[in-house]
């Protein structure tokens, strides 16, 4: 009987240890690379952070935005759920490593923008407001919102 046991955890412990799959919240994915601020991969597919607008790379203080974001989800399994899908064919997701809101952390610690444009979260927006009060990140710097950035740099 100890033997069945111990075989069928090995089961389940391999079925929760790899692949994605689907929680009653999302989906789990492993994330295998950042590529900047709010645009990271997992196996092959590309996603973009949901109500967040981050610094270029080639911007001020773009580096440390992708740092930021690698220390919340590289190489670590996160909850993503898909809001939809960009002209470039990423999805557009909020994502949860744990209980932690991505979104939410880069935004409170300055690391991005909230982006009202394509959202109406008075929580991000009030999050922004105090990160820009106290001077969290790039808010120590006068930064150029990405938006902008973009449309000076096609």
Same mark, same amino acid.
């Given at each position: 009987? @100890?033997?069945?046991h111990?075989?069928?955890?090995?089961?389940?412990?391999?079925f929760? /240890?790899?692949?994605?799959?689907?929680? %009653? =919240?999302?989906?789990?994915?492993?994330?295998?690379?950042?590529?900047?601020?709010?645009?990271?991969?997992?196996?092959? %597919? &590309? #996603?973009?952070?949901?109500?967040?607008?981050?610094? +270029?790379?080639?911007?001020?203080?773009?580096?440390?935005? *992708?740092?930021?974001? %690698?220390?919340?989800?590289?190489? @670590? &399994?996160?909850?993503? @759920?898909?809001?939809?899908?960009?002209?470039?064919?990423? *999805?557009?997701? *909020?994502?949860? /490593?744990?209980?932690?809101?991505?979104? +939410?952390?880069?935004?409170?610690?300055?690391? /991005?923008?909230? #982006?009202?444009?394509?959202?109406?979260? =008075?929580?991000?927006?009030?999050?922004? *407001?105090?990160?820009?009060?106290n001077?969290?990140?790039?808010?120590?710097?006068?930064?150029?919102?990405?938006?902008? #950035?973009? @449309?000076?740099?096609?």
């Amino acid at each position: 009987m @100890k033997i069945k046991h111990i075989f069928l955890l090995s089961i389940l412990f391999f079925f929760v /240890a790899c692949g994605d799959k689907t929680s %009653q =919240s999302g989906t789990l994915i492993y994330v295998s690379r950042v590529l900047d601020g709010d645009t990271f991969e997992s196996n092959g %597919q &590309r #996603y973009r952070i949901a109500e967040i607008d981050a610094p +270029e790379i080639s911007q001020q203080f773009g580096n440390e935005s *992708k740092l930021f974001l %690698q220390s919340l989800i590289l190489h @670590k &399994r996160v909850n993503v @759920k898909t809001v939809s899908t960009d002209r470039y064919n990423r *999805k557009i997701v *909020k994502v949860y /490593a744990g209980k932690n809101h991505v979104s +939410e952390s880069m935004v409170k610690n300055g690391f /991005a923008w909230f #982006y009202e444009r394509y959202s109406d979260n =008075s929580k991000l927006r009030n999050l922004e *407001k105090s990160a820009r009060q106290n001077k969290k990140g790039l808010w120590k710097y006068n930064p150029v919102n990405p938006y902008q #950035y973009r @449309k000076l740099n096609k």
